[in-house]
């Protein structure tokens, strides 16, 4: 009786371990990085690795305070980078990514984690797409947007997922992109333009949730508009040269 307490006690602690590991991990390889979704863990400082950390320094490189290798190593240049966009951002630049830091980056499952929702991220927005949705908004970023920043190209596919999830538009993405007169992209033919590795970045990081616009259903460039309809919408942000309204 006593060794079965103990073998079950063992198996308990075993237990316990693992499920830590699965939210704390900091020591994934690339293959597993590879085939999951990033994975989440509390704080990332100094000396933390990991899938979370890959994504960490995947972001800081896309929008260009990061040039050191993706390896999934919270190093001193990842420090140094954090704390570069930390300060950009008007956030404490202490080289540690933490809640703030996250949401500011759209790391929406890490502010899960830190908001104690520990499961896996099947609810997240991006979940309901399928490889073609994202290939499509991608398409689209990269003939509406391609010459704005990074963050600006994320700014047009989260309009096209606001409208999406706007019952004033078209429920899927093909169906936003094609609605009449939406897009000039879709009228001038530059939506059968290839997408680059940036857009579709950019398209995935809007699926996972990061929406520079705040909520903006419309954008335009003052330069090139005509329509005097989309001037009396009421301007949230702008980014680059597009203008932001809902």
């Known amino acids: 009786m006593k060794k079965a307490l103990r073998m079950g006690a063992a198996a308990i602690a075993v237990a316990a371990v693992a499920t830590v590991g699965a939210v704390f991990n900091t020591g994934h390889t690339s293959e597993e990085y590879a085939l999951s ?18 994504e960490l320094q995947r972001r800081l490189k896309e929008w260009g305070y990061y040039n050191g290798s993706v390896d999934g190593v919270y190093g001193k240049q990842t420090v140094e980078a954090v704390k570069y966009f930390q300060r950009k951002n008007g956030l404490t630049p202490d080289g ?21 929702d520990k499961k896996p991220s099947q609810s997240n927005q991006g979940s309901q797409y399928t490889n073609s949705d994202l290939y499509m908004l991608a398409k689209c970023i990269y003939a509406e947007a391609r010459g704005e920043s990074y963050t600006g190209q994320v700014a047009v596919g989260a309009v096209i997922l606001n409208r ?7 429920n899927t993405i093909s169906g936003v992109i094609y609605q009449k007169g939406a897009f ?27 929406d520079p616009t705040y909520g903006c259903l419309y954008y335009y460039n003052p330069a090139v508009a005509t329509s005097s309809w989309i001037f009396g ?3 949230v942000t702008t980014i680059g040269k597009h203008i932001f309204a809902i």
């Open 37 to 54: 979704p990033y994975v989440q863990t509390a704080v990332l400082r100094q000396g933390a690795s990991g899938g979370e950390v890959k």
């Open 96 to 116: 540690i990514a933490g809640r703030s830091t996250f949401e500011a980056l759209g790391m929406n499952d890490s502010v899960k984690v830190l908001d104690n």
């Open 164 to 170: 999406v999830a706007s019952s004033k538009f078209p």
């Open 184 to 210: 000039t992209a879709v009228s001038d033919g530059q939506i059968n333009l290839e997408p680059d590795k940036t857009a579709m970045n950019a398209a995935q990081d809007a699926m996972n949730g990061w």
């Open 233 to 235: 919408r009421k301007t």
